[in-house]
């Protein structure tokens, strides 16, 4: 990542909360991290790591304790309030008021993109993350990996340069866990040189997806250890069965269990 | 892909039923409310018969009770109430229904715009308080301490104030306004501020200001709730407007003839009977207008409760 001017820049990051009995809780302490343009970096660790705390400082959602924090050379806030990413929560959270496509269009109509060009764009989104016959059903109605990819399709409206997701598929089953990676995949190449931050708790879903993976530690949260993944593009079913997606989950896994016991 | 988009259609489509069994629930409703009718008549004129059978009294082990409440002054037959309605309230006047016809449209009214004064001041107050916490701790409490003054005592102030006011029609819907305005402070602060933590940093990763959260997201998730709230002002509001009639000596309403047939009651207990009658009708047309508004607007309701 030498020469590459960082998207995104992490330094002496630190996050303390006031627990519920009063004690601190260092949920971040010292972090340092760079994240080149076009990268799809996945944040691993046991519960208490601090990964979901790290990316919301980067959304602005929450704010540091100590250190700073560029994104796209410019402060966390200013990059939300420039719109530079796109954010995917755990739940769907989508507005049980409006249809598939209206919410698909939300963030579209508060960044006041052209009332034209608004429906247009959202059933594109919709076509590409293919529920483009869903576009008039309301969220009840679509299951619960259908109500996640509305919610991708929504972060993606806007054409975000970053795309931050927490744990966007811990709530499904498996096989639509895999679909769905298939699908972001997908969507990634779609969007030419977005940068991906992942947040999950699956290995095997970090090593398919990622081109790195940050593996964390918790009390204090902290990156014990940044693994390359070189697996080849485009990934597929197949690249599960290669020998080096093994190799990778193993050496993913000793770190987890470093940093929980060394 | 194809296979993702087939295996989405089956468990769409395993969410819209074939054809669904007769819906015999609204059936069952009616059925309900017919056989509650029946039952109240049943209790009316069967206590009746029961006390005249007995003169009124009742031994029970050495004790006597008086079962005067059921005589024909105290709680008239069934069917003299509803013959009440076609015969004359006045010496030659025009038949009961009609009196009560044109009293309760005036009442109506006189509720409406109250109800109307009242919910937008209770959604004026929700407003302010979702945004200004400092606000709702200051205020609020008065909010709450305004609604246990005796609304009886207060009618007669009002009718005072707003005729000095030289507002003299507007007395009695402020009265009604004085009832609708807390049910609907309360339950559209509750909807406003009960949004979903993620829904509101999904709209702070859009930077959104807080206009845009109160039009996108607070006030559609609000609206069940001020339909609640709605709902319970609306017969509220028809309480408040006749008992703000009662001290303003207005003939025309509801609450005039309340207090004319109160106090000729002797004469002819069927009318008074009547005109509670007809007040309750009104409050429910209300409620149902209301119910239905809320039918028509509020259309995802009943299905996130799934």
């Known amino acids: ?44 660790g046991p519960s208490g790591c601090g990964k979901s705390t790290l990316l919301r400082v980067i959304a602005d959602l929450t704010d540091a304790t100590s250190g700073t924090v560029t994104v796209n050379g410019k402060t966390p ?16 959270t989508l507005y049980d008021w409006r249809t598939v496509l209206k919410n698909v269009q939300l963030p579209l109509e508060i960044m006041r993109y052209p009332r034209e060009k608004r429906e247009q764009r959202a059933r594109e989104m919709l076509q590409l ?46 096989m639509t ?30 090593v398919y997806l990622s081109t790195r993976i940050v593996v964390m530690s918790p009390r204090p949260g902290r990156v014990s250890e940044i693994i390359d993944v070189d697996l080849p593009h485009p990934r597929g079913p197949e690249t599960r069965e290669l020998d080096d997606f093994f190799r990778l989950t193993g050496q993913v896994r000793h770190a987890l269990r470093e940093g929980v016991h060394g | 892909m194809s296979d993702s988009v087939h295996q989405d259609a089956i468990a769409a489509s395993s969410v819209r039923a074939e054809t669904p069994p007769p819906d015999y629930s609204g059936l069952r409703t009616v059925a309900m409310s017919v056989a509650l009718v029946l039952v109240v ?45 076609s015969q004359p309230a006045q010496r030659n006047g025009p038949p009961l229904i009609e009196v009560l016809l044109s009293a309760s449209f005036v009442t109506l009214g006189r509720a ?25 701790r200051g205020l609020l409490p008065y909010v709450v301490a305004s609604q246990t003054v005796p609304i009886l005592a207060i009618a007669p102030m009002v009718v005072i104030w707003m005729r000095q006011a030289q507002l003299p029609h507007l007395a009695v819907p402020v009265i009604a306004a004085y009832l609708t305005f807390f049910p609907v402070t309360i339950y559209t602060l509750r909807g406003l501020t009960s949004v979903p933590v993620t829904s509101l940093e999904l709209m702070r990763s859009y930077a959104a200001t807080p206009l845009e959260i109160l039009w996108k997201l607070r006030l559609p998730n609000a609206l069940p709730h001020i339909f609640t709230a709605l709902k319970i002002s609306a017969t509220a509001s028809v309480v408040g407007a006749i008992i703000g009639e009662l001290p303003s000596g207005l003939q025309d309403g509801l609450g005039g003839a309340i207090l004319n047939f109160n106090q000729y009651y002797v004469q ?13 009708v009104v409050g429910i047309l209300f409620f149902v207008v209301v119910a239905g508004a809320e039918r028509l607007i509020v259309r995802w309701g009943a299905r996130t409760a799934e």
């Open chain 2, 112 to 136: 409406v715009t109250g109800f109307a004064l009242g919910g937008v001041l209770g959604f004026l107050l929700a407003i302010l308080f979702t945004h200004s916490s400092l606000m709702q």
């Open chain 1, 177 to 206: 866990r895999e679909r769905m990676n298939n699908e972001l995949l997908n969507i990634w190449r779609a969007m030419k040189n977005m940068t991906v931050l992942f947040v999950t708790h699956s290995i095997s879903e970090a």
């Open chain 1, 129 to 174: 993350v293919e529920l483009g016959d869903f576009a008039s059903k309301y969220p009840w109605q679509l299951s619960g990996g259908m109500q996640q990819r509305v919610s991708i399709a929504r972060a993606l409206a806007f054409e975000p340069q970053i795309l931050l997701m927490d744990e966007p598929f811990g709530a499904l089953d498996e």
């Open chain 1, 1 to 44: 990542m030498i020469g590459l001017s960082a998207i995104i820049s992490v330094r002496n990051l630190s996050k303390i909360f006031k627990g519920t009995d009063g004690q601190q809780v260092h949920a971040l302490a010292d972090i340092n991290l760079d994240i080149a343009p076009g990268e799809f970096v996945s944040f691993i």
């Open chain 2, 41 to 85: 008549v049943l209790l009316w004129e069967g206590l009746k018969a029961f006390s005249q059978a007995n003169d009124y009294e009742l031994s029970l082990g050495g004790a006597t009770v008086k079962l005067d409440i059921f005589n024909n002054t105290q709680l008239p037959h069934l069917t003299d109430i509803l013959a009440a309605f």
């Open chain 2, 268 to 280: 002819s207990p069927p009318r008074l009977w009547a005109t509670i009658v007809a007040a309750a």
């Open chain 1, 77 to 92: 806030a200013q990059a939300r309030k420039d719109r530079d990413y796109g954010f995917v929560f755990q739940s769907a």
